[in-house]
């Protein structure tokens, strides 16, 4: 038997200011996104921007359903979008956040599964890591590569 240690590295930052200009402003553009999520069941507004290498910002936001599972989290509907509309072009950076009745979120808010699974495939298509900027009031947490998340993952070297 040999136990195996997997770490993962995410860094903290007190407020948005402590960023350069270009990722306090995708900050502001998830921030925008999460308003006209649609949220009517979880009342949990998500809202993501993604920053393509052309330097181009695609929002997104979660899309509810009656019938629950058919929705759609925030990350995968603007990546999705940005993948459809720019398919050779990578994505560099990603902001997520969320507000409830209460306001913004206090404590990051870290991507579902799904979500993580949809942007390694996105960073390993491009191959190119995908920041992570994770924005909540009081905390902002940063990862560089979806690998944080998801050091021991499915990809396509396991269909060989
Ligand atoms: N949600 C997201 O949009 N992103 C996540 O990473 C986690 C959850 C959405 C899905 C659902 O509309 C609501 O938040 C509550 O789970």
Redesign the pocket.
């Known amino acids: 038997m040999e136990k195996r240690e997997i770490k993962s590295i995410l860094i903290d930052y007190k407020s948005p200011a402590e960023l350069d200009d270009k990722l306090q402003k995708l900050v502001e553009e998830a921030k925008k996104a999460a308003e006209t999520a649609y ?1 009517p ?2 009342k ?1 507004n ?1 809202g ?1 921007a993604v920053l393509l290498e052309n330097g181009e910002i695609i929002q997104g ?4 359903n009656a019938a629950y599972p058919s ?1 759609l ?3 995968r509907v603007a990546i999705f979008y940005a993948n459809s509309k720019y398919p050779n072009t990578a994505i560099k950076s990603i902001a ?1 956040t ?1 507000f409830t009745q209460e306001g913004f979120i206090k404590e990051p ?4 599964g799904s ?1 993580l699974q949809v942007m390694l495939e996105s960073e390993n298509r491009h191959n190119n890591n995908i920041q992570v900027i994770l924005y909540a009031e009081n905390k902002l947490t940063i990862a560089d590569s979806i690998s944080q998340f998801l050091p021991f993952n499915f990809n396509k070297e396991m269909l060989k």
């Open positions: 949220a069941y979880s949990f998500v993501a936001n979660n899309q509810e929705g989290c925030a990350e997520v969320a808010i870290p991507p579902c979500c």
